[in-house]
DNA sequence: TGGTGTGAACAACTTCACAGCG
DNA sequence: CGCTGTGAAGTTGTTCACACCA
């Protein structure tokens, strides 16, 4: 039973851009706005709007000739295609300042994703109560805690060190998908889905731009 | 004076390569490895031995044919294209939970970056001073700060809200790279780099795939 | 001998340009 | 008429395969 992904050849890029789309459709709903043209959202996103009319046409055809899209219809499709017609339950590994932080975040419910666990295996931390209310369980409850609350997502702010050890254990444990913030590339078996986060790498990236641009 | 660039027709794929080599070049460093092939290499980073050969070519000649890469030769040369052989300047915008998270960042020194100065509106917060020593200034001190101390990347961490306005002044300001954690999409004049560090769309992505994996 | 450096083939993604339809 | 949906063209990035050389 090793991955699959069915018949799936939908640029990753795709994806990330319908997130997006998402976002700002989000914001227009708020405003009112009943319709909106490829151009526009094209303009909001800076991105051509053929990409995005190709974007949508991988799963369906959701505007209307001469007009454009539906914001409310539009916005409800994505989010079907993204799955987010859901609250997805995730586990939290490592909490350092990063992991504190991500336990805060208010916008991961509003976003559809939710902490229903956080662990650490420091003693001095295991046992506490965060600000959100959870409490920090041992790394050796993980499969039980992962099991009995069904975790969908694991998400790694250990240091890079423990990365590794903690993402097999969620694997391990039947998780599927891992967001990892260590700075490191995780070894995983096939199938499963891992998405890093990683500011260094952009920061590199900053550096480089810079040191060009004086040249 | 617009952007420019010079004759960068350098994939940012390769540079964000060349960060992940330099992590495991530092990792081997510290072990004492002494010599690495491109196929060792490339299994640890999880990328094709060719398309390592290809991002070095860009740059130079760096290894012995029929023997490898000096280790600490190749590091000294990727850390000198990316611009690592000086100490970054970094302002921080927006203390919350996550600017909170990131000024206490302990990695940064380590990898050539550093916040000389952090801001915030917060009355509150305004005057106060971090965990790692920083006053925190109000926006209103921004560009003077900015100058005074030199800042060469902004770093953003406020809401959304606030983030495409924190972005401009840090322009006006004089500075050229931001590096974006609020989930919007900044638009910026010619000649700024950005980079987003945008977990929301991470997520959506590994919803997506898991949604796709079920069928 | 064995691994680099690289042209050439390939694959993936983006943009163009316009037919087609509301 | 105007904007979507889409084949075809263009662009960019990746992998192959092997000549070359320490």
Redesign the pocket.
Known sequence: MRSAMKFS??????IT?LSIYSRYLEAMVQEGVKI??????AQKCG?????I?????YF??????????FVKELLFEIKRILGLNKIWKMALIGIGNLGSALSAHQNFIRQGYEFVAVFDVDPAKVGRRLPSGQIIHHMDELDQVVKEKGVEIGVIATPAAKAQMAALRLINSGVKAILNFAPIQLQLPEGTAVENVDFTVKLDNLAYNLTMAEG
């Open positions: 050849k939908i640029p990753t890029a795709t851009r909106i043209a490829s151009d526009k959202l991105i051509n709007p053929a990409q009319r190709k974007d949508l046409a369906g055809e959701f505007g209307i000739r001469g007009v454009g899209y």
